[in-house]
């Protein structure tokens, strides 16, 4: 008979053998919607009459005149994020699993939304039925719940599976001439999580200040809808495709100042999820601080900012979130899986 060592014999990085097969069809499968969110984006493109160069200009500036109908930067940024973290699981790396769980919600999230809109209101469900683009978006939607779906069965139970062994030790083996090798690999790791955490805690109560001013103003602007949508019309949007536009900005407003909160939670408690979902979030947020830094810096205007409080206020806020998401990235990256 045989045990596992996982201390001195295994590879925490890696899916164990009975888990290895979940992360590779996980992984191909969440490369592939990747991928099919790419071609959406280029129909976008074409069907705005734009070309590839107004769509990179858009990447970095949030002052392009480029509009996409369905897929915003934070969705660019997240598909981005899932092709390659549906490639590392591909490969069998732990570190996707967390990632793929991340996105996996986020994806069930928007499917739900428009599956809202279509179920309250005739007429949006009219409009998208008519529409060789609506009803792309329904298929696209819909496709994104069922891997979304997939992806967080498949990584719950993967998760609950042993690491991969590199050897089998006898149960009657001698233990090592000189002892543990190394102090456990959960328990060193564990400071490294709880910082990662903190800094992902700290974005989100940025990201949530700045929420809670929007929704105090005297008039509640979303994309596409009345000039005052009021609060209640904010987070109707947020939840239901319908209400405005099929564009979730919204959505992603709500959700991207919730997720550092959750995922920062996870890290802080040492949950091993935590890493792979903190890094890919982190990831996402510096592509999007960054691309509001661009804005502030890009017309030689950032003394302008700071003639007034919001704006000092804007551009320290992000500048600082900027900060928090590398060293999030940084620490993340430098902690081995627990």
């Known amino acids: 008979m045989a045990r596992l060592d996982h201390g001195t014999h295994g590879d925490l990085n890696r899916a164990g053998p009975e888990s290895f097969p979940a992360y590779r069809r996980t992984g191909l499968a969440v490369g592939l919607y990747a991928v ?4 959406w984006i280029g129909y976008e493109v074409e069907e705005r009459g734009a070309d590839g160069g107004d769509f990179l200009t858009a990447l970095y500036d949030p002052r392009a005149p480029f509009t996409p109908w369905a897929l915003t930067p934070h969705d660019w940024a997240l598909l981005t994020a899932a092709l390659v973290f549906g490639g590392i699981a591909f490969a069998g790396r732990r570190v996707a699993r967390g990632a793929l769980m991340l996105l996996a919600a986020v994806l069930i ?4 939304r428009e599956l809202v809109g279509l179920a309250v209101s005739s007429d949006y469900r009219a409009v ?3 529409s060789h683009y609506g009803q792309l978006l329904i298929g696209f939607r819909v496709t994104g719940l069922l891997v979304g779906v997939a992806t967080l069965i498949g990584m719950t139970r993967a998760g609950r599976r042993s690491v991969i062994p590199r050897s089998y030790v006898p149960y009657d083996a001698p233990p090592p001439p000189y002892g543990p090798p190394t102090a456990p690999r959960p328990a060193a790791a564990r400071p490294r999580l709880t910082a990662a955490g903190v800094c992902l805690l700290l974005s989100g109560a940025v990201a949530v200040a700045w929420l809670v001013y929007r929704l105090t103003r005297a008039q509640v602007y979303v994309v ?7 609060v209640g019309g904010f987070f109707r949007d947020a939840v239901d495709a319908s209400y405005s536009t099929s564009i979730p900005y919204t959505f992603h407003t709500v959700a991207f100042a919730l997720a550092p909160l959750a995922v920062g939670a996870l890290l802080v408690a040492g949950r091993p999820a935590g890493r792979g979902a903190g890094l890919a979030l982190a990831f996402v947020l510096l592509y999007l601080d960054g691309r509001g830094l661009y804005a502030f810096v890009a017309d030689d205007a950032l003394d302008l900012y700071f003639d007034s409080t919001l704006g000092t206020l804007a551009v320290l806020s992000t500048a600082c979130t900027t900060v928090l998401s590398l060293v999030t990235a940084a620490v993340l990256l430098g902690t081995e899986e627990a």
């Open 36 to 39: 099919a969110g790419a071609g």
């Open 109 to 112: 999230g928007l499917a739900l």
């Open 128 to 130: 998208l039925e008519r």
């Open 224 to 230: 596409g809808g009345s000039p005052d949508a009021g």
